[in-house]
């Protein structure tokens, strides 16, 4: 079955470190990549999405992500983490599964992430 | 615009009652999902509907888990004689379309408590 998998479950950084949380899916067709997040309190909310073209992908608040169709992995990065980042984020892959027409995307199951001021 | 809507947005209940949840999408989205958030894991699909099309039911875990959707627009979600394990956040989400690069909006989620 398809599976998409983020390795650190827990993070937690001081402010301006680097991040890189990790993002790795099985399957070996056309997917579509996405990270969530969700800061406490808050709805969860789109980060960036891939879906063709420049694998390297912009997000807001300075996040990017890249797709590296080799290693099945879509890796979330930040050259400097913020209090404010404190969140859960969640990797998520649509596999282009159809049934009836529909699309369902499988999430990882989250990272949490603190940082301290 | 406003965003997805669920209520109520907490709900404690007995082992065994029936619950009824409730999504309100973004106006003029035509797919609709439910997910269930449990502890320490992540959003386990549940259900999809899009627009007319019969729905995809092959998240829900058992037959006491029901969806419908009037309209192609507000959504409900019943859990019959509900169990401890049921407990989790149930959140909805609604896209523009069905298509692979969709964007989900994301409601607050309704946190469910079985006692």
């Known amino acids: 079955a398809q599976s998409v998998s983020q390795h650190n479950h827990h993070v937690i950084l001081s402010e301006a470190a680097s991040l890189e949380l990790g993002c790795n899916y099985s399957?070996?067709?056309?997917?579509?990549l996405f990270w969530y997040v969700q800061y406490p309190g808050q709805h969860l909310q789109l980060l960036l999405k891939?879906?063709?073209?420049?694998?390297l992908v912009k997000g807001i608040k300075g996040f990017e992500a890249e797709f590296i169709k080799s290693k099945f992995s879509f890796n979330l990065r930040k050259p400097s983490v913020q209090w404010s980042d404190t969140a859960e984020y969640f990797c998520a892959v649509n596999m282009g599964h159809a049934s009836g027409g529909s699309y369902i995307p499988t999430f990882g199951r989250g990272t949490s992430l603190i940082v301290h001021p | 615009g406003a965003g997805v809507s669920q209520s109520p947005s907490n709900k404690v209940t007995e082992k065994g009652k029936d619950v009824e949840l409730r999504c309100d999408p973004i106006?003029?989205?035509?797919?609709l999902y439910w997910y269930r958030q449990s502890l320490g894991q992540g959003l386990e699909f549940l259900i999809y509907f899009q627009g007319n099309s019969a729905p995809d039911k092959s998240g829900l875990p058992s037959d006491r888990f029901s969806a419908e959707r009037t309209g192609g627009s507000v959504s409900t979600l019943t859990i019959q004689r509900t169990q401890q394990e049921d407990s989790a956040v149930y959140l909805c989400?609604?896209?523009?379309?069905?298509?692979?690069?969709?964007?989900?909006?994301f409601g607050p989620g309704t946190r469910l408590t079985v006692l």
């Open positions: 891939y879906f063709s073209g420049d694998p």
């Open positions: 106006s003029g989205h035509t797919a």
């Open positions: 989400a609604s896209t523009p379309w069905s298509g692979d690069a969709d964007t989900q909006y």
């Open positions: 399957y070996g067709g056309t997917v579509n």
